[in-house]
């Protein structure tokens, strides 16, 4: 386990890539709730957030991929503004609470 911060801190203010449901496929909105799945495979200083989930759609983890951190977090969507390239993101913010796989769970249940 290399995590060294709180999950709640690596990811709030990720800029998300993708900003529609993975289910529903919604498009999100800044102040929506949402649930975020976040993956770091070992080996990996990087996490990925390749799943967002809008609030009535919510997941859980259903089957931990050995080899891999997952995360869901829960939160909201907002908007970071980086002035210097006078562009805004979507971005994780307000992570009320993180479900955790950790590596060697394998197909454990959470
Ligand atoms: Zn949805």
Redesign the pocket.
Request: hydrophobic residues 10%; glycine residues 0%; charged residues 0%.
């Given at each position: 386990m290399l995590v060294t911060a709180p999950a709640d801190q690596l990811l709030a203010g990720f800029q998300l890539a993708e900003t529609r449901?993975n289910?529903?496929k919604?498009t999100l909105q800044e102040g929506d709730p949402v649930s975020a799945y976040a993956v770091r495979y070992a080996g990996d200083d990087e996490w990925d957030v390749p799943r967002l989930?809008?609030h009535?759609?919510r997941a859980t983890i259903e089957e931990p991929t050995l080899g891999a951190t997952e995360l869901l977090a829960e939160g909201r969507l907002g908007l970071t503004m980086d002035a210097a390239i006078q562009r805004t993101s979507l971005t994780l913010l307000g992570i009320e609470r993180v479900i955790q796989s950790e590596p060697e769970d394998g197909r454990a249940t959470l």
């Open positions: 449901c289910y529903c919604i989930y809008c009535p759609c």
